[in-house]
Each structure stands twice: as C-alpha cells, then as structure tokens.
C-alpha cells in the first residue's frame, strides 16, 4: 500500500483507516470573546479574521473550547502558532530547514516549550470540555488546533482534532491583519502609462515624474491621487520585463516593445524604462541594461519617499506563481541556486530547472530548460505563451494532469522528497525549499530598499516607511503554507504590511486564499456587470460576506486585464456603491475621467462597440483593454477633461469631482469603512428598487455623536430621479440584536439631522458641510415615520450641475439636540470682584450630555452683562484668560458646543471682575493693590487691611493683635533699629483661622525698645 505524508499541524502522520476509537471531537472557535459565543464556529477549515493595531497595543480574545469525544482524557491542548510569527525563520530542532517551511514534529512540543514556532497551551477542564482564551496581538497567518492525551499514554503521544472523522478535519486558520487594511483605497497605476504624453518612447511616464506631475502634460500627481480620495497607489509590476518569449506584435512583426509587467526577468531590479534619466533604445535588449536599471531604482526610491511624505502607500505587484522565460538569478538566487559557472545574471532555466514545474506534470518538476511548463497550472483555460510556471512543491490544490485540483480544499502538503520522476512524491529537496525563501525575501528585498529599519527584534515600529502592500498574481497558485510562511517572515519585519491576493476563480479558490490574505482581489467584477437592482447589489455583496466572512474585498469594477463600461456612469454607479460597504474600492487610471469600454449592462463585452480613453488597446480573452505591453498613454481623455482643450467636455469633466466626493467621504468615515452594516428597506419592508441603501454604524447602539452613523444611499439609474413615495420612507427604525435599542443610536426625545459628506463639490466646496433637514427631525418621527430620500439624475445640462447634480448621499447622521448650559464661569484668583494685574482668567464645569457629546465652548467675555466685546470666540477648554486694561470690569458667560457643532443655550453671567493696577492703592489705604491681594485684604475698602488693633502685656509676653484672613499664613517678626537687615521671626508661623489673630512675643518685659510687626509668608 502506498502512503502519502500530510501535512497539518499536528505531526507527521499517515492516513491508512479509521480506527473506530476515534470518536467525534469538537472544536469550536469564538473570535473576539472571552467566553463561549453563539456565533462560535466549528474550527473544521474555518477561517477567523481579525483586525488590530500592534503600537496600539491591541489584543483580541479568541475563545476555544474543545470535546474530544472520548474518555480518559488526562489533558487537553490548543496548539497554534498564533503571534509567533517571529519564529517563521527559526530552526529549533536545528534540521537545518526553517521552521515556517518545515515545522518541527509537533509531538516533539509538549506544553510550556515556548522555542518553536507552533506552541501548546494547557486547556483547563469544564464542563463537557476543555477551553482556554488566547490572545491575537501581533498580525500575521496562523493555523490552529487541538490535541489530547489518554491516561496512561507516554510523553510525546498525542491525538489530534485532525485525527476525528478518519482524519479528514483541517485547521482552523486565524488571520490577524493591520486596521490600516481596512482604510485602504486604491487607484491602480502603470508608470509608464498613467503620465506619459503620447506613445512614443520619449513620451513615456517615469518615477521621476510621478509624484509631482508633468508640466502642461496629465495632471496625475499624488496630490491628485488624494484629491480622490485615495491613499495607496498599486503599482503593475515595475520589474524588468522578458526579452526571450516575449510576445510578437502583430502590426510589425517585432517584439512587444515593452512587453508584459507579468513575465518578469528579474524581482530584485526596477524596469529601466521606468527611469527619466534613461534614453529608450529600439530593441527590448538595449532598454535593459545594468546602468540603467540603477537609475530606475534610485528615482523609484526618491518616489517612494515622496509618497511616504504624502501619506499615500506604495502596493507592488509580483506573481511568485511564474516568471518570464529568461528569468535571472538575481544575487539572492545566486546564493539559492548558482554555481562557480553561474552569477547573478545568469538565467534560471539554464542553472536550476527544477525551479520550474514540468511540461504537462504541475507535480513534477523540470529537469532542464526544455521541459519548463507554461503558467498558470491550470487546465480549464488558456496558458500564458511568455511565462514559466514556478514549482513550490505538491499540496492539495496543485492541478495535475486534467484533474479540477484548483477546487480542493483538503490542505494537505507534501512535504516528502521521493523520486525525482515519480508522480505522487513531493520533491520538496533543498531546491524547492529554496524556491519558497527566494520569493519571501521579495518583500524584505523592498523594504529594506526604500528604507524601511531591519527591525531585527521585530518590533512594532510606528511608521509607514517605504513599502506597505503586495499585490500576489494568481496568489492563488501558491501552497498556503508557503503563504503563511511569506507573510509571517514579512510582518515580523513591517507588523502593518499589507497582502492581496489575486483569486478570480471565487468560491473555494478564493475561500483558501482568505485563509491568509488580507485583500481578496476575486471576480466582483463581473456580477456587478449585471447588478441592476438593490437587491443585486445586495445579493452581490452579502454572497461574499457569507464566502468569505470579515476578509476584505477588492471592490473592483474594473483593472488593467478587464474591459470598461461603455458608459462611464455605469462605473460611477458601482463605486458609489462599493465605497459604502467595507472592503477596499478601487479606481483604475481613467474611470475617474470617463473611461469607455465596451461592457453594457446586464451583459459583459460587447461587440461593435469601440473603446475610449487610451490611445491603444489590445484584445485579451476575448475583451478591449487598454495595451500595457507597448507604449501608451491616457491623452485623450486627459484632453477632454481638461477646459482649454477643443475637445473638453464640462459634463465628463464633472465625473472626478463626484469620484472625489465619494472617495473623500470614505476616508472621512470610519463607520463607511468598517464591517458593521444594515440593508435598509422601505417602511412596507421592500428595497426601493432603485435606491441602494446601507446604514453603516461604528458601533451598534452608540450615540451618532459618540459613534460615527452613515446612512448610505445610491441612485442606481443613471437617467432618473427616484425617490421615496409618501409615507413609505426608508426605515431606520432597526433593532437587529433584539436588546431594545436602536442599533443606530436614535432616540426618542432627541432632534437629528444629516449632512451628505460625499456631496458633489464641483460648483460649491462647502455643500457636504450643510445640514438638509431644514429644522432637523425629531426622534420620534425618525423612528416612526422614516426617513425621507430624493435622489438626482446625471444631468442633461450644463447649468444643472450647480442645481441638481449627480451624487451619492451618504448621510452622516447628527444628533442636534442643543445641549444645556454649562456651570457659570467663575473668575480664577480673584478675590472681592477684583483680580491684581491685566490677565483675567474664568474656569467653568461641563454640562453632562452623554448623547450630543462636548467639542468645546462659545465663550464672549465683555465690559457688560452679556457683552462680547473683549472675547467672542470657541475653545475646547473649560478655562480661559484676557487681558484687559487696568480700572476694566468684566463679565462672562459660556454655552456648551455638542460634537454636532450645535450650540446650547447660554450659562448665566458671571460676578463682575474689576482688574486692578499691582502697583497702585485703589482705595487709599497706604497698602498696593498687590499688597493687599497677599494679604487676602479686600483692596476696594480702606477698612480691609493688615494692621495691628491692640497690643498688651500678660506676665513676660507681649500679646499683639493683627487682622487677619482665615487661611493665610502670618509670622510675628522683631527688630530693635527698623532697618530691613534686623528683623527677626519670633516663634513659628501662624495660620489664621478669623479675622484676627494674637501673636505673642514671650520673656521680653526688661529689654530694651523692640518694633514688632506681623508679614503674610506663603
């Protein structure tokens, strides 16, 4: 009988039969919980995704508890590699094998061995199991099981949750991904393309140019990028390109002259053509040169610190699943692969075939340049004619010969070695091994080259320094374990990196992908082709929350390998859409400008329909696309949108600004970007057909103003002015948790209004800062009657751009609510309505409003009651000071700002303070102002001051009486010559507890002439 070794993590073992002792165990999961949840999952090839922010220090509770499901029992264990990605590259049992490509026998780790890179955590017993609370605190792909011991069993024997049902359960996978994924909005970017002035080579884009434009040229720069509300550019690959198999270009016979991004030649290089300080040749070999490529990589570094300056990220795309026909060693591959006859040039295929995948054998590898497949391995579409097919060893999901292995979803990796001709054994040598080293260093590779610290302790660094996604070509052509080992090596080194996968196939090719991914780039695309009504978009967007449950979705009308809609509304429509739910939105270069293709809804490409917007096209599978294997360049509809051109056009000009109020909005609220969703019907519980509608909440139950609330609203047909009927309104009268509060934090009793932040800003900037509801509506009607909507067509008319424009309303939600006064301001320091000096301060107390919230104050401080004549202004203190003239009276009075920006009514005026000259004797009693505010004294009245009232003499003592302040601080001094020097303290200090006080200078009957007098100390 012929066995197969599997890979999990429990360890190394062989499935035969089904030992019938083996009962069913449980394993359930509770992401986010410190106890068992109703939500809990099943761990059986599950998935948990999770969201943190390490220099914030998060940590998230994942609940597990775990039957084995049978007696005996003596303990019980989780084992999981979760926040140990640090030891991706350890080898603890010193095979010399990293143990994120080879982990140690997980018998060999028995609980509190904290050296390896999986651990064992002691479960404690409960009722009917076993549960312990982990922690997720540190991003990274990790895998999860559960194991057990019988009594009696020896040390190292162990059974696995894998092992129930005749070993056919998988693990469970927890994704912890940065927040910061969850913000991303991305506009897709080729740099030779997205600037260049024409398609000769001289025309083209560089890096050189592409933070900060091309003077009189298209207008793409990075403050155009955030303009649209975008914050992360994805780059197609900015590598070198393949000479050798590079395709033929059917108007002249000769080579692509740039060939495709995708068959890369080199990870390690930037493309020279991307460098302004390069002359192109007329050949692919003389536009590839060594010199060049350095100046590529220096002008894409000084562009990356650009970006990192602006706050816009830097995705890069790479396929690690191919590579071009005459891909090089690179110094990394040297090491990896070479030889004393090879160098870094060298070419792959020529030194180690067997980093390819065989021809017509995905399992097996080649064995010389001349049985190299062709990528993808794939057999139920086409192959790629200029790219090689990486072998990374044999796993469940590997297609082989015309199997549909692609669907698999039986995780299981091969990690034997074999024959090297034999089929069925997993030839993962040192060769392949090395395969997935030579790829996980990719991203190290960039971020050490555009800055990023090595990071040796793997700290999390707050920065966001050099490079900060990936992009994965056909990610899904990789072994997941191999995944997990890239990415875990990469967030060791940058904590908040980001990964995308490309897995268009959906289903359980992308299912496996969202089991390390934090981006799922899938086939969106498509339905949303289709989509005409709310429920589509509704079908659309909830099939993927159930697929793929938190992982993010590119949210994707189009890219460069996808034809465009004819109509460029059509594309507005679905990213007003898509911007409202959570995932990441994606503009490709020119949607924003009126891109024209050939979709039509509710169909996909169409014939005899002809592209706009690029100067060139190409047909791929079947669809017009914009040609990114030659020269090219977005002129023509950088011309028409842009005034002083004979071709402009107003009304296609007017779709970026449109684009930029969506995406604007989106980066202004959290609540749009985050997960927590609700479809909202009308009052008869229908979607309005036309009308997509989504409230999104920060969190449920909050207050708007604590909590950010959006009330998302599309207008899905372009030509029409849909709104809601009468009184079926749409109703937000939602209580999905059944806990007896609105899940958007409505109130009865309380007054609402919106403002739509993704107003249309092309006429008047300030629109998306005005309320709509003329006098707010009370909570009450909210509640009761719904909400009102009226939504605009695409005008037909220049003039109604300003009137009645296109746009999507997202409504924030604000509780407008005026709060109550706050306390009277009290004047600080000053005593008898006067304070000593030109600085008068006032110091008042909040007002309790938990609902409306406390931004700050309006404060007018004036010469008289009410008067605003000194200060008139806001601050978000509860103390403010002024300085006034001497001999000035002030008055003040305070209301309280809520986080609406609605303000309450005033407080009362306060007492009326009198500013006083230091130095100057306001009531004539010989004593300063300033002396008199030591002394507590009340400088108004000349009858308030410090002075002796009485002395007498009582045996050896002389008893002196002074007025005093109760609470100051007095000393009895003595001095027989009145010169400053001679004085003297008599006795110790005295604090004051009336209004006069008797000192006492004791055994001085019989001595000489002593002056006594009393000062005020601290």
């Not at 050099?466 to 904590?495: H, M, S």
């Not at 997509?692 to 103003?705: C, G, I, Q, Y």
């Not at 005026?818 to 000593?836: E, K, Y």
């Amino acid at each position: 009988m012929k066995t197969t070794i599997h890979r999990f993590l429990a360890p190394f073992f062989v499935l035969v039969f089904v030992d019938p002792a083996f009962a069913l165990s449980v394993l359930k999961i509770s992401p986010n919980s410190t106890i068992r949840a109703a939500s809990e999952v099943e761990a059986n090839y599950t998935t948990t995704h999770l969201y943190i922010d390490e220099v914030a220090g998060d940590s998230i509770p994942i609940t597990i508890f775990f039957d084995p499901g049978t007696t005996g029992v003596e303990f019980a264990e989780v084992f999981t590699n979760l926040n140990r990605r640090d030891r991706a590259d350890d080898d603890a049992n010193a095979d010399g094998i990293e143990d994120g490509i080879l982990p140690p026998n997980g018998n060999d780790i028995a609980a509190g061995n904290d050296a390896n890179y999986f651990k064992a955590h002691t479960m404690q017993l409960i009722s009917g199991g076993y549960q312990i609370t982990l922690f997720a605190n540190k991003t990274g792909a990790y895998r999860l099981t559960a194991r057990y011991r019988l009594n009696g069993e020896s040390a190292g024997t162990y059974t696995y949750y894998n092992n129930s049902d005749g070993g056919g359960k998988r693990d469970h996978a927890i994704v912890v991904s940065p927040k910061s994924a969850r913000d991303i909005q991305l506009y897709e970017v080729n740099p030779l393309t997205v600037i260049s002035t024409g398609t000769l080579p001289s025309q083209r884009g560089t890096f050189a140019d592409l933070a900060g434009g091309v003077a009189g040229g298209p207008r793409f720069n990075l403050d155009y990028v955030k303009s649209l509300g975008c914050n992360m550019l994805w780059f197609q690959p900015i590598h070198p390109n393949g000479i050798d198999g590079r395709q033929i270009d059917s108007g002249t016979g000769q080579p692509l002259e740039v060939g495709s991004p995708y068959a890369v030649k080199n990870f390690f290089e930037v493309m020279p053509l991307m460098a302004k300080g390069f002359t192109a040749g007329n050949s692919p070999a003389t536009n590839d040169t060594p010199a060049a490529r350095v100046q590529a990589l220096a002008e894409f570094q000084s562009f990356s610190t650009a970006a990192d300056t602006a706050g816009v990220g830097v995705m890069l795309d790479a396929p690690f699943n191919h590579t071009s026909y005459d891909a090089e060693l690179g110094t990394l591959g040297q090491a990896l692969f070479g030889n004393a006859g090879t160098n870094a040039n060298s070419e792959i295929r020529n030194t180690e075939a067997r980093f390819f995948s065989r021809y017509n054998a995905y399992e097996l590898r080649a064995s010389s340049a001349g049985n190299i497949a062709l990528a993808p391995d794939r057999n139920d579409f086409g192959k790629f004619a200029d790219i090689f097919d990486v072998f990374y060893g044999r796993y469940a999901a590997l297609v082989s010969g015309s199997t549909g292995g692609h669907q698999s979803e039986a995780d299981w990796f091969d990690n034997s070695i074999g024959n090297e001709n034999t089929v069925g054994d997993g030839h993962f040598d040192v060769i392949t091994r090395n395969v997935w080293k030579y790829f996980a260093e990719y991203t190290l590779h960039w971020l050490t080259a555009t800055g990023y610290p090595a990071n040796p302790t793997g700290a999390a660094i707050d920065s966001d320094v050099g490079v900060d996604a990936l992009r994965a070509d056909f990610g899904q052509g990789l072994p997941p374990q191999a995944w997990e080992y890239i990415i875990n090596k990469t967030r060791a080194r940058k904590w908040n990196f980001v990964f995308m996968a490309e897995s268009l196939d959906g289903g359980a090719v992308t299912y496996r992908s969202g089991r390390h991914f934090d981006i799922l780039n899938e086939n969106i695309l498509y339905p949303l082709h289709a989509a005409q009504s709310t429920a589509d978009f509704r079908s659309i967007y909830e099939s993927r929350r159930n697929a793929y449950g938190q992982a993010l979705v590119l949210l994707n009308t189009s890219s460069h390998d996808e034809d465009h809609y004819q109509d460029p509304w059509h594309a507005l429509i679905r990213y007003a859409a898509n911007s409202s739910v959570d995932g990441v939105p994606l503009i490709f270069p020119g949607q924003e400008l009126g891109l024209s293709g050939t979709v039509v809804p509710t169909g996909d490409t169409q014939v005899g329909i002809t592209p706009f917007g690029y100067d060139r096209y190409e047909t791929n599978f079947g669809k017009p696309i914009p040609h990114f294997k030659k020269y090219n360049s977005l002129m023509p509809l950088w011309l028409m949108t842009t005034p002083s051109d004979p071709s402009y056009s107003y009304g296609l000009s007017q779709l970026a600004k449109v684009y930029e109020g969506i995406g604007q909005a989106r980066q202004f609220s959290s609540a749009l970007r985050g997960s927590n969703r609700y479809f909202l019907n009308l009052k008869d519980n229908t979607p309005h057909s036309q009308i997509f509608s989504v409230a999104k909440f920060e969190n449920r139950n909050a207050a708007p103003n604590q909590s950010d609330v959006v009330l998302a609203f599309v207008n899905l047909d372009r030509n029409a002015n849909p709104a809601t009927i009468g009184t079926n309104k749409f109703n937000v009268n939602i209580d999905a948790d059944t806990n007896g509060a609105n899940d958007f934090g409505i109130k009865p009793g309380r007054t609402y209004n919106v403002k739509n932040i993704a107003a249309y800003l092309g006429t008047d900037p300030t629109r998306r800062n005005n309320f709509l509801i003329p006098v707010g509506i009370s909570g009450d009607d909210l509640l009761g009657q719904g909400l009102f909507i009226s939504l605009n067509r695409v005008p037909t008319t220049d003039g109604t751009w300003a009137t009645a424009p296109y746009e999507a309303q997202y409504l924030k939600l604000y509780d407008v609510t005026p709060p109550p006064a706050p306390a009277v301001p009290m004047p600080d320091l000053a005593l008898f309505g006067t304070v000593i000096g030109n600085t008068v301060t006032f110091q008042w107390a909040a007002a309790s409003d938990p609902e409306g919230g406390v931004s700050g104050y309006h404060l007018q401080i004036g010469t008289t009651t009410g008067g605003s004549d000194i200060f008139n202004s806001q601050t978000a203190n509860t103390s403010q000071s002024v300085n006034v003239s001497f001999g000035t009276t002030v008055y003040a009075q305070v209301r309280q700002i809520n986080n609406a920006s609605i303000e309450g009514p005033y407080s009362g005026a306060s007492v009326a303070v009198l500013a006083l000259d230091p130095v100057a004797d306001q009531d004539g009693d010989s004593q300063s102002n300033g002396s008199e505010l030591t002394a507590g004294t009340n400088p108004l009245s000349s009858e308030s001051l410090l002075k002796t009232t009485a002395t007498s003499i009582s045996g050896n003592d002389i008893l002196i009486t002074v007025t005093t302040v109760s609470g100051r601080k007095y000393q009895l001094e003595t001095s027989t010559t009145l010169t400053e020097l001679s004085w003297e303290n008599v006795g110790d200090s005295v604090t004051a507890t009336g209004p006069s006080t008797v000192f006492t200078a004791p055994n001085v009957t019989g001595q000489p002439k002593r002056f006594y007098r009393a000062r005020v100390v601290p």
